[in-house]
């Protein structure tokens, strides 16, 4: 598995080095998302890849700038035209970030509107670790687009551990593993036109965390790095509310006294979905009965453990979307 979290000296350069003024900026911007990628660290714009930022040791003969990858060329569509992409660099970064938002907004009003579902990915993950109620949900997320294309076909959306807030002096975690789709044709499981492979729906999604959850050693792994991958954020400031989870061991945070629970989870999040449908109900069909799902409290993304609902219980809450 490769891991996703960074080596301890690439920390200390968003912490408190070359690329501080990068992270400052996205502490206290909600629209950006700062996800680790192991000799890499990726800022994501409405779940888009705005920047990418490379590990200096690996390049120790590279100049400052070329530390910095900017937007995709794919982005530059303007106006049946091209539209110059600026390139990043850490001391007008700021002025980075508001020219590359709006080629952004621009390409996804203009061209594709292809990032609505990673845009809800990435408002998960900024409601549950940094908003102002960020503290008072019961999970934190570690990580956005996981994928082991080894064993768990497509990939995780989020990968989050559940601390409740009622439980915040105790130090065991369980790690849950998210879906997360948008609307009401996202959910069905449909062989392609060629009959050569499914399209990725909910009771697909399902059978591949079955695999996962067979190969021990592989999630053991993955326990441990999302935890440093938590540490990590906490680190630069980017998760609130963990103050009492992590140790402080010679001046540097820890992850000493952590436990993981051995079990893992899988729970769908469905966004928009619309109610009248029938696609859920026909989905549900054929799952088995520990299909997890997440519903809101009221609205918004804020995740709590109770409102966890297995399949039965997700019928009693939904019933109009359940009649024959």
Known sequence: MQKRSISESFLNSLKAGLFKSIVDIVRIDPSLDLEMRGDTVMVYYRGGKILTIHDPDLYPNMKEAGFLTGLDPKYSYKENSKQAIPLPHSSSILDYFAVSKHIIDNYEWKVKEHLGEKEIQQRIVSENNSMVNADETDFFIADMEWAENSVFEGRADLIAFHWGHMEHRRKKLTM???????????????????????????????QD?????????????????????????YCLGLVKGLD??????????????????DEIHFVFLLANYLHYSDNLKNELVDMPDDSYFYVSSFLGYGLFKDLVLTKAELKKHYPMMFKI
Do not use: W
């Open 209 to 233: 965390f079955y695999k996962l959850q067979n190969e021990k050693s592989l999630i053991k792994e993955l326990k441990d790095d999302m935890l440093e991958v938590l540490r990590q954020k």
């Open 244 to 261: 009492h989870l992590f140790s402080q061991v010679d001046g540097k945070v820890t992850t000493t006294g952590i436990s993981i629970e």
């Open 176 to 206: 849950y593993l998210i879906e997360v789709k948008q609307g009401c044709d996202a959910i069905r499981t449909r062989e392609s036109t060629k009959k050569e492979k499914v399209s990725p729906g909910l009771k697909k999604h399902q």
